[in-house]
């Protein structure tokens, strides 16, 4: 079983819908969530990280469970631009170094 | 603002050659990381420096090695290249006051025939 786990995607959506994505983690010992955002043949780009009770930064809002060890990312009114890949990304604690641990990704694609 | 540099960007080498892949990371981050990303995966760590020391170890093969200078850049050698090890090369920095926070450099596309 993979670590982190997402939704399989791809999600076709218009622009202006509101589209969530969900995560799942099996390390209880993570401290620390992230969304990447990936473009094809692109690197990964941190998104947003996401502590203790979850944060929103524009239109994208992202939750964390600890208890349900459950990550979600909301994207509302969704653009063009935001067609990509998106990773849901936990850290491994190990020795106090940062090792981040990838989901698979769920794709992305907004539609005019 | 500066961002992490990998060369080269793309890279073609044969079957049980050898190949250098550098990195440099953000200015004043300190911690640098490797990941292998093939096609239609996720990246997966390999291994990663602090301080010039290696701090952590992933699913690097025992015939590529690494090493973190002093200038804080990093270079990743890979020897006895095989056709399943064609793929994305991505180098990630990160600063010791935020350690979580990985930046990832433009990565460096690997070939092998």
């Known amino acids: 079983r993979k670590e982190v786990e997402q939704d399989p995607g791809p999600f076709n959506v218009p622009e202006g819908a509101t589209v969530a994505f969900n995560c799942t983690y099996s390390n209880s010992a993570s401290q620390s969530f992230f969304w990447y955002r990936q473009d094809c043949r692109k690197e990964p780009k941190l998104l947003m990280s996401v502590y ?10 992202a939750q964390l469970n600890r208890a349900s060890q459950y990550i979600s990312l909301l994207i509302r009114d969704s653009k063009l631009s935001d067609s990509a890949t998106y990773l849901c990304v936990v850290n491994e604690p190990n020795s106090g170094y940062s090792t981040l641990t990838f989901g698979k990704g769920t794709m992305l694609l907004v539609s005019p | 603002a500066a961002g992490v540099i990998q060369s080269p960007r793309h890279l073609i080498k044969e079957k049980r050659e050898t190949a250098t892949l550098k990195c440099y990371p953000i200015p004043r ?67 010791e006051r935020q350690l979580d926070e990985q930046f990832f450099g433009p990565g460096t596309r690997l070939t092998v025939l």
């Open chain 1, 52 to 61: 203790s009770s979850g944060n929103e930064d524009g239109r994208f809002t």
């Open chain 2, 29 to 95: 981050h300190d911690t640098v990381y490797w990941y292998q990303q093939g096609p239609g995966q996720d990246p997966q760590f390999l291994i990663s420096f602090y301080e010039k020391m290696q701090s952590d170890k992933g699913s690097i093969p025992d015939r590529f090695s690494a090493q973190q200078f002093s200038d804080y850049h990093s270079e990743l050698n890979m020897s006895s290249l095989e056709l399943g090890d064609s793929a994305l090369y991505f180098c990630a920095s990160s600063s």
